[in-house]
């Protein structure tokens, strides 16, 4: 009943609805005449030509029955001029009632009211009583992942959406969803934006300065994230009031570049924990392939520990007996004195004489080029699109204009003789077919790319890519951070990092006792006991109150690991 009031005092507030029901109430109107009319004309026929008397009751009757191309017969006409009549009233009831009747109902009554019923289910506010909730102002490619690692963490958010029936919709499936105009400042307060822990601004340029410079009217202080699609783009959002900006294209092709194995190598710093550094190195260059981990002796040498090795598109376990090979990266974690001894004694500094080969010259090619010449390192790109050639001066040593799919075209560039390949195309078939083409006539070259869905990741590796990044993946990853008030980290595709405090049910227990890796996949890279960080904890360490384990591994396994032990 309350529904039905409400949808009611809708339709009277709405000026379209009511001219809606303006038109259809017309249209009865009219109906109702020439029914009125054929009623008569019924009556005069009859008693003019048929000689028959028929009361009023009867004549509308008659008529309904044609109309409505029933026709039951108890009523005819022996005319000629009678039948042609009766043709008329059938083929006025076939258009009047059977088609421009209910079409006339359906458009002007019955999907409005859906409408209407949709937009009324909408949730147009947050509880009052909600604190601390992340606001996404669109559900775009990073959303999804972000969400998930929200409720993980037990974060609560909602996420703005202008269109009533899509909010709707949403809400169905499951998604904490609140519908208003984007750019006004009373969608916001309905948002209780002050109680609000952080705002994620992921439209266009233009439209995230609008609800930056909006939100900050109601809410000052609150942390804005707003993802910048041009570089010209970023001091304009400071300007507006955004706490981060986030060109996440530019530094996906910096995460890309960072990938390369050629040049001056070096450990390559993917995060960061109180003073102590993570990063990632390769075993090859290292000169630790075919060692075990216990004989490379790094922590006794460097004071480093290796946490875990990157095999492909998972990371291991470093177990003491595990092989390195030539595809290993080990993941180390030590403080940055430590990292930087590990890097005078076990890096390489011999520098490759191969190019570094990009396919694709968008914005995240460009990026990665760009952070290549900075290394020292050759580049030679290969871009489809002519009209980008303005943009790519200077940022290459050579530019090759065509298609990648063409063989002459890949040699021209260089692929025989290059150290490694970038694909940096957004579109994730093209990666894939690329991927396979560069592997078969190259098989020992090093395959770095690029990712816009997710889905597309395990395609990637299985066409022959060593080394896969996600912008969705990278987006999440920067944002949640940023809500953790913590540094990225950016470990690749699928595996995350996860500071977790120690759950009750582990108080007391051995960390061989509490059989994490076993029961849930994660690895356990360190301890932090009332701010003192222990890596690559003992079996017999003891798991006491107010400690945090950093781990290794995917949000399935940090779910996993909530249920069995929350």
């Known amino acids: 009943m309350k529904l039905l009031t409400s949808l009611i005092v809708y339709f009277i507030r709405q000026p379209e609805l009511r001219e809606n029901l303006r038109g259809l109430f017309r249209y009865l109107l009219i109906l109702a005449g020439v029914i009125a009319l054929f009623s008569v004309l019924f009556q005069f026929i009859m008693f003019r030509f048929e000689g028959q008397d028929h009361s009023w009751l009867a004549a509308l009757y008659w008529t309904l029955t044609v109309m409505s191309t029933l026709g039951f017969g108890d009523i005819i006409f022996h005319s000629d001029i009678g039948r042609a009549f009766s043709v008329i009233v059938l083929l006025s009831g076939i258009v009047l009632l059977l088609v421009m009747l209910p079409f006339t109902f359906i458009r002007l009554f019955y999907v409005p009211w859906l409408e209407a019923q949709l937009h009324l289910r909408s949730p147009r506010s947050v509880p009052d009583e909600e604190r601390g909730h992340v606001i996404i102002c669109k559900l775009d490619d990073i959303a999804p992942g972000l969400i998930n690692k929200l409720k993980v963490n037990r974060l609560p958010y909602y996420v703005l959406e202008p269109d009533p029936q899509r909010a709707a919709v949403l809400h169905r499936e499951g998604f904490s969803v609140v519908t208003g105009e984007i750019d006004n400042s009373e969608t916001y307060r309905r948002l209780h934006i002050e109680r609000a822990r952080f705002v994620f601004a992921n439209l266009d340029d233009m439209t995230n300065s609008n609800v930056i410079l909006t939100v900050r009217e109601i809410a000052p202080n609150i942390p804005i994230a707003a993802l910048a699609e041009r570089e010209d783009s970023i001091d304009v959002l400071e300007l507006s009031g955004a706490t981060h900006v986030l060109p996440l294209k ?5 995460h890309l570049a960072n990938r390369v194995n050629g040049g001056e190598s070096h450990a390559h710093t993917i995060g960061t924990f109180r003073d102590h550094l993570i990063a990632e190195f390769s075993a090859q260059r290292a000169g630790l392939t075919g060692m075990q981990v216990r004989d490379t002796r790094l922590r006794e040498r460097t004071g480093i520990t290796i946490v875990g090795i990157w095999e492909k598109d998972r990371i291991r376990p470093a177990h003491p007996t595990t092989t390195l090979t030539e595809g290993s990266v080990p993941i180390i974690i030590g403080t940055p004195d430590q990292i930087k001894q590990f890097e005078a004694g076990f890096t390489s500094t011999d520098n490759d004489d191969g190019p570094i080969l990009i396919i694709g010259g968008g914005k995240v090619g ?15 790109l290969i871009e489809r699109n002519r009209e980008l050639e303005p943009k790519l001066a200077g940022i290459a040593d050579e530019f090759y204009f065509g298609d990648a799919a063409y063989r002459t075209l890949l040699d021209q560039a260089g692929l025989n003789t290059a150290i490694s390949v970038l694909l940096t195309t957004r579109d994730d078939a093209t990666n894939i077919f690329l991927s396979v083409y560069c592997r078969r006539l190259a098989p020992d ?15 990637l590796y299985r066409a022959g890519a060593d080394v896969v990044l996600s912008y969705s993946v990278l987006g999440v990853e920067t944002v949640f951070s940023l809500i953790q008030n913590r540094p990225p980290m950016i470990l690749g595709a699928s595996t995350e990092f996860f500071v977790v405090p120690l759950p009750g049910s582990l108080e007391g227990t051995s960390l061989a006792e509490s059989d994490i890796g076993a029961r849930t996949g994660l690895i356990v890279i360190a301890v932090d006991k009332n701010g003192k960080v222990e890596t690559n904890p003992p079996p017999s360490l003891i798991l006491t109150s107010n400690s945090k384990l950093l781990m290794l591994g995917t949000s399935e396994q940090r779910r996993v690991f909530s249920e069995i032990y929350s």
């Open 250 to 254: 530019q530094r996906l092709g910096e």
């Open 366 to 380: 460009r990026a990665a080029a760009r952070s290549l010449k900075k290394r020292g390192l050759f580049v030679h």
């Open 445 to 459: 070259i090093q395959i770095i790319s690029r990712a816009t869905h997710d889905r597309n990741l395990e395609a």
